[in-house]
T-cell receptor, first 114, second 110 residues
């Protein structure tokens, strides 16, 4: 299994509080991704990174920011959490871009915003 | 990204072959066909991918239609552990986004 660790695995917070989810990899892969998964929507890309300090938006990036200061860590921050951000968040990594890139996923972080 | 269409759910008996269909009528020449699956309470995992020719690996086989407008993921002998949601995804060399639709929920009956 690819070495991907997400933390925390479960979090309950209140509306308006900041939340940071961490994705840590031991594979030295260049590409890292944050997805959210909601019933009826499948997985949707929030942000991704193609290198240290290189990030870009996905299809549902509003309300989220990311940072990648080291190859192994990709942080997802909700500056002011809202109930609509209650979801399961998955981090993924890949060593290649484009059509040959296989994604390896973490086990997910379940976030509940009350 | 081009879209895919899959049945919402399918059922199979244990130890029988399973054919999971995927339609992608708007596929472009540079789109690769990827399959992932998601077991309960886990993140998705890679199954197989291909471009034009049929592909085999230890997990499954991928049969791609000659016109590439459809493909079929084949599990040769379903086990209870194969019960999962299976996603068919198109990806080209330029896009970073894997678009995961609702997928097909496969149930395997003992």
């Amino acid at each position: 299994d690819a070495g991907i660790t997400q933390s925390p695995r479960h979090k309950v917070t209140e509306t308006g509080t900041p939340v940071t989810l961490r994705c840590h990899q031991t594979e030295n892969h260049r590409y890292m991704y944050w997805y959210r998964q909601d019933p009826g929507h499948g997985l949707r890309l929030i942000h991704y990174s193609y290198g240290v300090k290189d990030t870009d938006k996905g299809e549902v990036s509003d309300g989220y920011s990311v940072s990648r200061s080291k190859t192994e860590d990709f942080l997802l921050t909700l500056e002011s959490a809202t109930s609509s951000q209650t979801s399961v968040y998955f981090c993924a990594i890949s060593d290649r871009s484009g059509f040959t890139g296989e994604l390896f996923f973490g086990e997910g972080s379940r976030l509940t915003v009350l | 990204d081009a879209k895919t269409t899959q049945p919402n759910s399918m059922e199979s008996n244990e130890e029988e072959p399973v054919h999971l269909p995927c339609n992608h009528s708007t596929i472009s020449g540079t789109d690769y066909i990827h399959w992932y699956r998601q077991l309960p309470s886990q993140g998705p995992e890679y199954v197989i991918h291909g471009l034009t020719s049929n592909v085999n690996n230890r997990m499954a086989s991928l049969a791609i239609a000659e016109d590439r407008k459809s493909s079929t993921l084949i599990l040769h002998r379903a086990t209870l552990r194969d019960a999962a949601v299976y996603y068919c995804i198109l990806r080209d060399d330029y896009g970073q986004n894997f678009v995961f639709g609702p997928g097909t929920r496969l149930s395997v009956l003992p």
